[in-house]
């Protein structure tokens, strides 16, 4: 009985995912492009290692406004599906902006191969948060 509420919990969590997301919205954030950038993150951040990969962060003092950088493994899937764990990590760091408040560069490398729902990869990026406060 508990295993069925918990599915169902689950299923609603992830059609009211879909419905909220809107992709038209404007970011509070900007994408991490310079590979300068990355590589100094790389080398100096912090590196926490979850179930859906690795994420690394680090503040950067000269400049204020968030950055985020997303890779995706081509091992992971096809195109369309690399695509959608994009969005759908995008669309959690814009929704919680607020918990990155101590890091304004961040780079999450994705390695999971299996199917991810909502729900899962929000409990992932939580869990790596925790382990770097």
Same mark, same amino acid.
């Given at each position: 009985?508990?295993?069925? @509420? ?31 950038? $990355? ?6 951040? *912090? *590196?926490?290692?979850?179930? $859906? ?14 950055? @985020? ?18 969005? $759908? $990590? ?26 991810v729902?909502?729900? @899962?990869l ?12």
């Open positions: 009985m508990a295993v069925l @509420f918990f599915q169902e919990e689950e299923q609603k969590e992830e059609r009211n995912f879909l419905l909220v997301m809107n992709l038209s919205s404007p970011l509070n954030c900007s994408v991490l492009k310079n590979k300068d950038e $990355i590589s100094v993150v790389l080398k100096n951040g *912090k *590196k926490v290692r979850s179930d $859906i990969g690795t994420i690394y962060f680090f503040n950067n003092d000269k400049d204020t406004f968030k950055k @985020f950088a997303i890779f995706v493994k081509k091992n992971v899937g096809k195109a369309f599906y690399r695509n959608y764990i994009k969005r $759908i $990590i995008r669309f959690y760091i814009r929704s919680n902006v607020t918990l990155f408040n101590k890091y304004n560069r961040v780079i999450f490398f994705y390695s999971f191969k299996e199917k729902k909502y729900s @899962f929000k409990d992932q990026i939580h869990s790596a948060l925790k382990k770097v406060s």
